[in-house]
């Protein structure tokens, strides 16, 4: 089966870090992808991991385990702005690959 | 450079009637993927297409449909609309649909069914 869980809701304070983990069950692996989605807007291109480690861009971080089959994305010096709801995503298959998508992660950042 | 566009941006229809929602992907992005999305279940992958053909579908029954045209444009057809299709339909482009391409999203179309 193909499964993808994320905490369903979190809440930090302004300044503060916060980690938003993801694990995924799928079939097939190609890489893992970051969205972030603010209420009433499109999904936002964050980050891509393919191989294990951290990869870090600004503020942002993410993380990636294969073996574990985890995620986590990484948000520094939180900003009022970063309120919104955050994708954790696979990409699976071969020639062919399919996004699946977790359901997301709601962030609220409190001043 | 445009980003993806997607019309109309809202819809309301009834039970039983069918639907069709157009996307614009990205000038020279030639893949174009469609999702469902729902506050309960996230974002449900439909279909892709790359170079008019569709290259992967999801779990959805066959009133869900779709094409692309040459000019990458690509429309969405639900067919006996029911009152589940509610729903935020997103589309994405990419350039060449590699499994490493971010998507670039359109805003939406917002189908209410009533």
């Known amino acids: 089966g193909q499964n993808i869980d994320q905490p369903t809701e979190m809440t930090a304070t302004e300044g503060a870090i916060v980690q938003i983990n993801c694990t995924y069950q799928t079939s097939g692996f190609n890489g893992l992808f970051w969205y972030q989605q603010h209420a009433g807007e499109a999904p936002t291109f964050l980050s891509y991991n393919v191989l294990d480690g951290l990869e870090e861009k600004g503020r942002f971080s993410s993380f990636l385990s294969r073996s574990k089959g985890y995620s986590y994305l990484l948000l520094k010096e939180l900003q009022m702005k970063d309120s919104a709801s955050y994708l954790c995503a696979v990409t699976t298959g071969g020639g062919t690959y399919k996004y699946i998508f977790g359901t997301g992660t709601r962030l609220k950042v409190l001043a | 450079k445009a980003g993806v566009t997607q019309t109309p941006r809202y819809l309301i229809k009834t039970r039983g009637q069918q639907v069709t929602l157009s996307c614009s992907p990205i000038?020279?992005?030639?893949?174009v993927s469609w999702y469902q999305q729902t506050p309960g279940q996230g974002l449900q992958f439909l279909f892709e297409y790359f170079s008019e053909t569709q290259r992967n579908k999801g779990n959805f029954p066959g009133r869900f449909s779709g094409r692309q045209f040459s000019n990458s444009r690509s429309e969405m057809n639900v067919s006996t609309l029911e009152l589940g299709d509610s729903a935020l339909y997103l589309c994405?482009?990419?350039?060449?649909?590699?499994?490493?391409?971010?998507?670039?999203f359109g805003p939406g179309t917002r189908l209410t069914v009533l």
């Open positions: 994405a482009s990419s350039s060449s649909g590699g499994s490493g391409n971010e998507q670039f």
């Open positions: 000038s020279g992005h030639r893949s």
